[in-house]
């Protein structure tokens, strides 16, 4: 998240505003973390019924939960103003994030829907707008909005992959994600075409914002992806599936990179 954030801000050249990119920097360090601790509180009946999350601080008993949430709100608290000093834009997108993520997501949809995820990737993109609105003092602009789109497109083939090689934690947990509803090769499908979304969204930004040997390298991470989504489609299977959710991780960070370095050099 914060790396978005990072190549969100040099969308709008930090260089020019260092104050800016300092403090809404800060800000989302510390709203997410707060964020992470609140949806581990919400998670955490279920969190223990799963071998995956098992171990994590709450169910295993090393935090109280309400510790937790309240080290989640302090955070919070916190990062709104450092937010606010930067640009009041700033603020408002980490309130949407909040919005988005542990309420909507967490809270209200995540149980109830297998396109809980669709709602929750909307917060993904936020980091981006946080930054770009400290760096700016503006609340919007379509440049950063294409980045923000690129992680909500992203989210599901994260999620769903991962979802298809812990198929049998969340049936257990009761958590309804959508390999769990409407089984592993309509999910593998849905992420193919997810992904094939993600390189066309994602070529059209490299045509039109980056330079040639930066654009190279999105073609080449986007061949991956297409390809490990093919496999995945074919087999439907947990190793497929599993490989997938690591490439996912690694493109997007590679992705964030790229934008950087195409602003810097």
Do not use: Q
């Not at 929750?120 to 981006?128: N, R, Y």
């Not at 503006?138 to 923000?148: D, E, N, Q, T």
């Not at 930004?205 to 297409?226: D, H, K, Q, T």
Request: aromatic residues 14%; hydrophobic residues 55%; positive net charge.
């Amino acid at each position: 998240m914060v790396l978005a954030g990072i190549a969100g801000s040099f969308l709008a050249n930090p260089a020019k505003e260092v104050k800016g990119f300092i403090l809404s920097l800060a800000a989302l360090y510390i709203a997410a973390s707060g964020i992470n601790a609140i949806t581990n509180y919400i998670d955490r009946d279920i969190d223990s019924k799963m071998r995956r999350t098992c171990n994590r601080a709450i169910p295993s008993g090393k935090i109280k939960p309400i510790n937790a949430l309240l080290f989640g709100i302090i955070l919070l608290a916190i990062s709104l103003p450092i937010a606010w000093i930067a640009s009041p834009y700033s603020s408002f997108w980490i309130i949407f994030g909040v919005i988005f993520d542990p309420v909507l997501y967490n809270w209200l949809t995540k149980r109830k829907t297998p396109f809980n995820i669709i709602i929750g990737s909307f917060a993904g993109g936020v980091p981006v707008f946080v930054m770009w609105s400290g760096v700016t003092d503006k609340l919007f602009s379509l440049i950063p909005f294409y980045l923000f789109m690129v992680i909500v497109i992203w989210t599901p083939i994260h999620i769903w992959s991962i979802s298809i090689k812990y198929y049998d934690d969340y049936k257990t947990a009761g958590v309804p994600m959508l390999p769990v509803v409407y089984g592993k090769k309509l999910a593998s499908r849905l992420i193919g075409a997810f992904a094939l979304l993600l390189t066309a969204f994602t070529t059209a930004i490299g045509i039109a914002e980056l330079n040639l040997p930066f654009l190279i390298l999105i073609e080449a991470l986007n061949f991956v992806m297409l390809l490990l989504s093919i496999k995945t489609i074919l087999s439907s299977n947990e190793k497929d599936s599993f490989m997938l959710f690591i490439y996912s991780n690694v493109y997007l960070a590679i992705l964030f990179i790229i934008i950087i370095l195409n602003k810097m050099l």
